[in-house]
């Protein structure tokens, strides 16, 4: 039996029991008992050493790599990270989500860690590719992260890129919102979504959105103001958005979702 996690105060992972499972380095604030903490030099996955080197490679090569610590022990372990909000899913065995690797708190031994493409990221601070938790034994567990109280959607739905934290199912598809007033800084702000279109999966957001994406209009207030008639940055300086490099369930999920 893997290591059981649960939520604590919203705030604080708990795995208890007895076994593996793997966090985000530096996540751990407490234990009962008798824990062990090597950090993850190449693959959480196991398997060959040119497998392990491949699979590190290309999470670093798609800026989707996050520092893990491997956790052995028995007892009671306790994580958080920064008093965000954490949610444990629970998932089959073969079932996957995808998630942003910064929303990625920790999983179990049952978990396979990978990464998948998703090519409308380019639009926002996500990148184009995400992480991909895949469930491969019993009791398979993986635990996210939420700035504020998740907000958990069925589809079909359409989301803020800048806000989706997870989902399962198929990848979304792009969808684009512009018109004349968008370049003449009259936006809604909402020029471009992510639309989950197949019924009966679930999306996790959160009510924050991260600073990326691409900057379309012209008076967003974002840009540097010109002085002396010079174009700040250029063209490039006046479309170019900012951002971090590349953020019960229920239904489907069969209550996936543990609080």
């Given at each position: 039996?893997?290591?059981?996690?649960?939520?604590?105060?919203?705030?604080?992972?708990?795995?208890?029991?007895?076994?593996?499972?793997?966090?985000?380095?530096?996540?751990?604030?407490?234990?009962?008992g008798q824990f062990k903490f090597?950090?993850?030099?190449?693959?959480?996955?196991?398997?060959?050493?040119?497998?392990?080197?491949?699979?590190?490679?290309?999470?670093?090569?798609?800026?989707?790599?996050?520092?893990?610590?491997?956790?052995?022990?028995?007892?009671?372990?306790?994580?958080?990270?920064?008093?965000?909000?954490?949610v444990v899913i629970n998932l089959?065995?073969?079932?996957?989500?995808?998630?942003?690797?910064?929303?990625?708190?920790?999983?179990?031994?049952?978990?396979?860690?990978?990464?998948?493409?998703?090519?409308?990221?380019?639009?926002?601070?996500?990148?184009?590719?995400?992480?991909?938790?895949?469930?491969?034994?019993?009791?398979?567990?993986?635990?996210?992260?939420?700035?504020?109280?998740?907000?958990?959607?069925?589809?079909?739905?359409?989301?803020?890129p800048d806000a989706v934290i997870?989902?399962?199912?198929?990848?979304?598809?792009?969808?684009?919102?512009?018109?004349?007033?968008?370049?003449?800084?009259?936006?809604?702000?909402?020029?471009?979504?992510?639309?989950?279109?197949?019924?009966?999966?679930?999306?996790?957001?959160?009510?924050?959105?991260?600073?990326?994406?691409?900057?379309?209009?012209?008076?967003?207030?974002?840009?540097?103001?010109?002085?002396?008639?010079?174009?700040?940055?250029?063209?490039?300086?006046?479309?170019?958005?900012?951002?971090?490099?590349?953020?019960?369930?229920?239904?489907?999920?069969?209550?996936?979702?543990?609080?």
């Amino acid at each position: 039996m893997p290591l059981q996690m649960r939520t604590e105060n919203e705030l604080t992972l708990v795995a208890e029991g007895q076994g593996v499972m793997f966090t985000k380095l530096g996540a751990m604030v407490a234990y009962q008992g008798q824990f062990k903490f090597e950090k993850v030099l190449l693959d959480p996955n196991g398997g060959s050493m040119v497998g392990a080197v491949i699979n590190s490679l290309a999470r670093r090569f798609t800026g989707e790599n996050m520092p893990l610590a491997q956790v052995t022990g028995q007892g009671n372990c306790y994580f958080a990270d920064r008093a965000n909000h954490v949610v444990v899913i629970n998932l089959d065995q073969g079932q996957s989500i995808g998630v942003e690797s910064e929303n990625l708190l920790g999983f179990n031994d049952q978990c396979q860690y990978g990464i998948r493409p998703i090519g409308v990221g380019v639009v926002s601070q996500k990148g184009l590719f995400t992480s991909k938790i895949t469930g491969k034994g019993f009791g398979a567990q993986v635990a996210i992260l939420s700035n504020g109280n998740p907000i958990i959607l069925q589809t079909p739905c359409v989301v803020d890129p800048d806000a989706v934290i997870c989902w399962t199912g198929a990848d979304p598809s792009f969808k684009l919102d512009l018109n004349w007033k968008t370049f003449i800084g009259q936006a809604s702000g909402e020029s471009y979504m992510l639309e989950f279109k197949n019924a009966g999966e679930t999306v996790i957001i959160q009510p924050y959105e991260r600073e990326g994406g691409i900057k379309v209009g012209i008076d967003d207030g974002t840009q540097p103001q010109m002085q002396g008639g010079a174009l700040p940055g250029g063209l490039g300086g006046m479309l170019g958005g900012g951002g971090s490099p590349g953020g019960g369930i229920g239904g489907m999920l069969g209550g996936l979702l543990n609080r």
